[in-house]
T-cell receptor
Framework: DAGVIQSPRHEVTEMGQEVTLRCKPI?????LFWYRQTMMRGLELLIY????????DSGMPEDRFSAKMPNASFSTLKIQPSEPRDSAVYFC???????????FGSGTRLTVV | GESVGLHLPTLSVQEGDNSIINCAYS??????FIWYKQESGKGPQFIID?????DKRQGQRVTVLLNKTVKHLSLQIAATQPGDSAVYFC?????????????FGGGTRVLVKP
């Protein structure tokens, strides 16, 4: 099992540019989560999907952020336009059913300059 | 759990000693708790979990204790090793939360001294 796969590992972009982060959950997992981690706020849940359907996006900071899950094996988190305060590590995680813990990907470190 | 600011609580422990990491949770409706370990440059990694109908659970070198009366969770690491140096997070799930949503605490940094 390759685990949760995120790409890219690192992204440096200029303010105003569009950024797309990608995630492939573990095969068979039916819930997918996007988290953002910063020193100031720790791990914040941005949005999560259950069976490809967005369940709770209340953590998405503003309209510049959007997430999609077109199928069970792929999800994207898009920031448009990006701002320096979006700089953080973005994690994707997946889980199966209601009993287990999440499996996290290795994260994407985003730097907006 | 609540997020913290710039400074994570830090626990310094001598190699071979036991470590105890504490976590206070806020939601009395939480029914499931997990401890995660995060090493530098990596994502959080599952260590051990416990359900609210239990007060203790043991794994390999780790034990989780749950006190629902005071909403307190702890992780005990026996014979701490250099590889245990990391940031440890507790996470809670509220009963009935759709999609298995977890809320994370702010984390505790563990530094193991040789």
């Amino acid at each position: 099992d390759a685990g949760v796969i995120q790409s890219p590992r690192h992204e440096v972009t200029e303010m105003g540019q569009e950024v797309t982060l990608r995630c492939k959950p573990i095969s068979g997992h039916n819930s997918l989560f996007w988290y953002r981690q910063t020193m100031m706020r720790g791990l914040e849940l941005l949005i999560y999907f259950n069976n490809n359907v967005p369940i709770d996006d209340s953590g998405m900071p503003e309209d510049r952020f959007s997430a999609k899950m077109p199928n069970a094996s792929f999800s994207t988190l898009k920031i448009q336009p990006s701002e320096p305060r979006d700089s953080a590590v973005y994690f994707c995680a997946s889980t199966q059913g209601a009993g287990g813990g999440y499996t996290f990907g290795s994260g994407t470190r985003l730097t907006v300059v | 759990g609540e997020s913290v600011g710039l400074h994570l609580p830090t626990l310094s422990v001598q190699e071979g000693d036991n470590s105890i990491i504490n976590c206070a949770y806020s939601n009395s409706a939480s029914d499931y708790f997990i401890w995660y370990k995060q090493e530098s440059g990596k994502g959080p990694q599952f260590i051990i979990d416990i359900r609210s109908n239990m007060d203790k659970r043991q794994g390999q070198r780790v034990t989780v204790l749950l006190n629902k009366t005071v909403k307190h969770l702890s992780l005990q690491i026996a014979a701490t090793q250099p590889g245990d140096s990391a940031v440890y997070f507790c996470a809670e799930r509220a009963l009935g939360a759709a999609g298995n949503k977890l809320t994370f605490g702010g984390g505790t940094r563990v530094l193991v001294k040789p």
